[in-house]
């Protein structure tokens, strides 16, 4: 039997890409979940917010509102009671990020950050976390493939 699992759609960004589902001036999305539009006309850099998905199987289609041929055509495997993002990305290729999200409430007075690299033209990144100094003297806390 199928219980329900959280899922986040959002499309990733990569203003270099032609990628309908990742371009500003291309049209809208529209998101399927098993074949039923979970979410219609959903914006350039949006994302849908968690939408309540039976868990398992569950096959994802993103089309282009101007188009029934899907840009993204595959297959997700939801685990029970758990939150999950997908992020679209790619430039000739456009396929999908999946991410396990964690939703508890960090400690007090701590934080948790998530960085995610999807643009796939950019290539590695370097992440500085630093009190007020010049960014010429601080090294990365993280570097990013």
């Known amino acids: 039997m199928d219980h329900l699992s959280y899922t986040r759609l959002r499309l990733g960004r990569d203003g270099e890409s032609s990628s309908p589902a990742r371009r500003p001036d291309e049209?809208?999305?529209?998101?399927?979940?098993d074949g039923n539009t979970v979410n219609s006309n959903l914006?350039?850099?949006?994302?849908?917010g968690y939408?309540?998905?039976?868990s398992?199987?569950?096959h994802l289609q993103v089309e282009a509102i101007n188009s029934s041929t899907p840009i993204?055509?595959?297959?997700l495997t939801l685990a029970d009671s758990t939150n999950?993002?997908?992020?679209?990305?790619?430039?000739t290729t456009i396929s999908p990020i999946v991410l396990t999200d964690d939703t508890t409430?960090?400690?007090s007075g701590t934080a948790e950050i998530r960085l995610v690299n999807a643009a796939p033209s950019?290539?590695?990144?370097d992440v500085y976390v630093f009190r007020p100094v010049p960014v010429s003297s601080a090294c990365p806390r993280w570097s990013l493939a």
């Open 43 to 48: 914006a350039y850099s949006a994302n849908t």
């Open 56 to 58: 398992g199987s569950r």
């Open 122 to 125: 950019m290539g590695g990144a």
């Open 105 to 107: 409430t960090p400690t």
């Open 72 to 75: 993204v055509d595959t297959t």
């Open 84 to 91: 999950t993002t997908v992020i679209v990305t790619g430039t």
């Open 51 to 54: 939408i309540s998905v039976s």
């Open 27 to 33: 049209p809208d999305v529209n998101i399927l979940i």
